[in-house]
């Protein structure tokens, strides 16, 4: 209205599903050849779920059901509905049994990046001579830079190109030089592939010390800067169920799976429950995807297909803190851990330590078995892990915890069957789509792909429904993502319950843990009596009975002690063991203790010629 009032004269009709309808009238002089135009301002609102869950009871027929409101499911649904909202659109529905992003989708390092574990992957293989293999890889990283860039391009509002720097230390691997070169190569082929030149740059020690003041100097070599993308990884999901929601199709967080029965026709009925409401729903759908991420082996048995695990689960965890110290750093880093003792020098995972828009700074993450998905949380022994890495970059920074705002878990669906699954960090993290029992099963999609891997599958979707995916083109590579409408979109103070009602209203928030965690709450409402006064306005907004406001406070707060009481052990123990060894120091000879100081790093610490990436707020 603010844009176009000046302009235009605009009428409210009514509302209409999801979305409000406008008459708008163009001002000035009478144009006997002006015509009465339609403008619509979509919502994306906690009503919205109940009608469109009402709507599923009334008419429970869809062709197309996605299950998992993650980043796979939630890109899927958009390609889909863009390329016929009246057909395809209205005839999808996208389910999942949390809020949306909710699983690794929310909890990545939050970035968008072009593989580069890859192009050392091609170097490695044009080494020995396997150019077949080589080549494959080099596909991979051109692949991925490309869609990196359209995201650029495409969501200059949530993903925006970050500069990493790379730390190069003698006990690396590669040479300075060969690292050079592939830093030079990844740029130029940045410019092949989508004519964008991010110029690359390099320092000496002592220019890589005095840029990143603290920065251990043993064995320092210099360092590398490449250019990234970072985003919001919960809201770049979200935005992607919007944008699905705009073309037709209706999307259903806090709905389950329950369970899928074959049907003598081929088709599927598939049993949905409404977490909120209870129900319960039987739908019908010629087409059922499982995008289902950690949770991919359970949908699977609850649809009757029994077979081999699709996924291999890893654990990731980060720490979100704040030290003046890290504020006086640049840019982020990308640090690579090789190992010590047996196989020493091999990779060993990486570090990352990002900086995030909102002034913290997302450290981690770190590698562990996993395998149950529905309770992730940080561990002691993953904190230990992070803090120990983290003080072999910059051992004169410690970390106490009044430096850490918060901490979170997400659990990797790595494509089972590739690789040594007791091997986590060299694991692929390819996607992988599967078939079986008439179902399709996607696995493994990262941020970066996850808009080229929906264009694959919705071709084979188009084909499965009996079209031509020719007639049925996506667009979604050079599709702009939308922007949410204007208002309070993020944390002012002073305008929580604008915040709140925004949320509400065109990001479907509907619990009180999910504000907290998945719209960074916890980063900007710290004290208790914040928090009491959020939950009661998002309760007024919902309806929430007295008992209902309690329950989710409560929620909320478990969950955060559940994330938090490891890290400050972890970090009390650290502080223990530190104050241990300096009264050792000063008392003279003391016997060895068992394992290295927490305070130091578990392997050494070299470049990683790989960037895998970080987070933003919205």
Known sequence: ???????????????????????????????????????????????????????????????????????????????????????????????????LAHGASGHSSDYIHGYVKYWEKAYD????????TAWARVKQVASAVRERERLVRNAPDLVRPHLIYIPLYRNDPRSWAEVLWGVIGYSLLTLIVARKWRAPDWDSPADALTRFPGLNPEGLLGGFMIWEALTDDAEFTRRMAYDASQHGATVLPHVKFVR??????????????????????????????????????ETAAAAGSLGPALVTPSKGM???????ALDRLPMSLVVRKTKAGEGAGEPEGMLLI?????????????????????VVHPTAGGSREILRDFSGVFPAIHLGTEHVVS????????????????????????????ERDGMRYLTGVKLTAAARV??????????????DPKTLPSDTADAPLPTLPPG???????????????????????????????????????????????????????????????????????????????????????????????GAALTGPHPAVDGPPLGAPTSPIAPVSTAFPPRPSS
């Not at 319960?280 to 082996?297: E, F, N, P, R």
């Not at 659990?411 to 599967?434: C, F, K, Q, Y």
């Open 1 to 99: 209205r603010q844009l176009l009032t000046p302009y235009f004269e605009i009428e409210h009709l009514a509302v209409v599903g999801n979305q409000h309808e406008f008459v708008v009238r163009k001002r000035g002089p009478a144009d006997p050849t002006a015509r009465e135009s339609s403008l619509v301002a979509p919502t994306f609102s906690a009503e919205d779920q109940t009608r469109g869950w009402e709507a599923l009871k009334a008419n429970p027929r869809r062709k197309i059901m996605i299950i998992g409101g993650g980043v796979a499911g939630s890109a899927l649904a958009r390609d889909l509905a863009r390329r016929d909202p009246e057909g395809l659109g209205r005839e999808l529905v996208l389910v999942e049994q949390h809020a």
């Open 125 to 132: 293989a044009l080494l020995i001579g396997d150019w077949q």
């Open 260 to 297: 899928a029965d074959r049907r003598p026709d081929g088709d599927f009925d598939a049993t949905l429950e409404n977490t909120l409401t209870h129900e319960t729903a039987t739908v019908a759908t010629h087409v059922l995807i499982h995008a289902t991420g950690a949770w991919i082996d």
């Open 318 to 324: 980060h720490l979100n803190v704040v030290h003046s």
């Open 354 to 374: 990002t900086h995030l828009p909102n002034g913290q700074w997302r450290i981690g993450p770190n590698n562990e078995p996993h395998k149950n998905p529905e």
């Open 407 to 434: 901490a979170d878990a997400g659990v990797r669906p790595l494509a089972a069957g590739v690789g040594d699954p007791n091997d986590l960090t060299g694991l692929s993290r390819e996607h992988a789509s599967v």
């Open 454 to 467: 929906a264009r694959a599958e919705g071709d084979w979707v188009v084909a499965r429904l009996g079209l």
């Open 488 to 582: 309070q979109s993020s944390y002012e103070p002073g305008k929580l319950r604008e915040w709140i009602e925004y949320l509400a209203e065109h990001n479907m928030l509907l619990s009180f843990p999910e504000l907290m965690f998945l719209h960074h709450g916890e980063d900007v409402l710290r004290a208790d009596a914040e928090q009491e006064e959020a939950c009661n306005v998002l309760g007024d907004r919902l309806r929430w009975s007295p008992a209902e406001r309690q329950h989710q406070l409560a929620a909320f707060r478990a969950e955060q002690h559940a994330r938090l009481d490891p890290v400050r052990s972890a970090i009390s123990n650290q502080h223990q063991a530190h104050s241990a060894q300096v």
